[in-house]
């Protein structure tokens, strides 16, 4: 099985890019997982929030295989505790998916057709958290998961 983390955008910051390839680095040792970036849109100041949700979908979709699982990570998607998340990573790699993709959306979230296409959403927390962030605390959260799946001491209750 393989793991797709798709954003919207580069990560600016190198702290948070430090972060990222720790993560993706671990991750390796439990399955293929990589970060696949979408580049951000040009002339986006000019354009209608509809529009541009529509361009970034059309991408989004654009490099999706029709066997893939896509998950959302959405502000109004279903919360977890890290536990109850590795459960539902075990459900869906017992579906037998070969990727699950995870995608960061635009600042502006998904059009309709991406959350159409989605196979479900998660929610990391109530809170707002920056895009280039979130790809640091998915990862983190994923390798947690992981490890608690395989009763590796990481995650402490």
Do not use: W
């Not at 959405?74 to 990727?99: C, I, P, T, V």
């Amino acid at each position: 099985m393989k793991v797709t983390l798709l954003c919207i955008g580069k990560t600016d910051e190198n702290y948070l890019n430090q972060g990222i390839d720790i993560y993706l680095k671990r991750l390796q040792h439990y399955f293929k997982t990589e970060l696949e970036v979408i580049p951000d849109l040009k002339k986006v100041n000019k354009m209608e929030v509809n529009e541009r949700k529509k361009k970034e979908g059309e991408l989004i979709l654009k490099g999706l295989q029709p066997s893939d699982q896509l998950i959302l990570l959405d502000e109004g998607g279903k919360e977890f505790g890290s536990r109850l998340f590795a459960d539902y990573l075990q459900k869906r790699m017992n579906m037998g998916a070969k990727r699950i993709v995870f995608v960061v959306g635009g600042a502006f979230g998904f059009s309709e057709e991406v959350y159409q296409r989605a196979n479900g959403t998660l929610s990391l927390s109530k809170m707002t958290f920056s895009h280039q962030m979130v790809r640091l605390f998915f990862l983190e959260q994923l390798y947690r998961a992981c490890t608690i799946l395989n009763n590796e001491p990481y995650h402490n209750d």
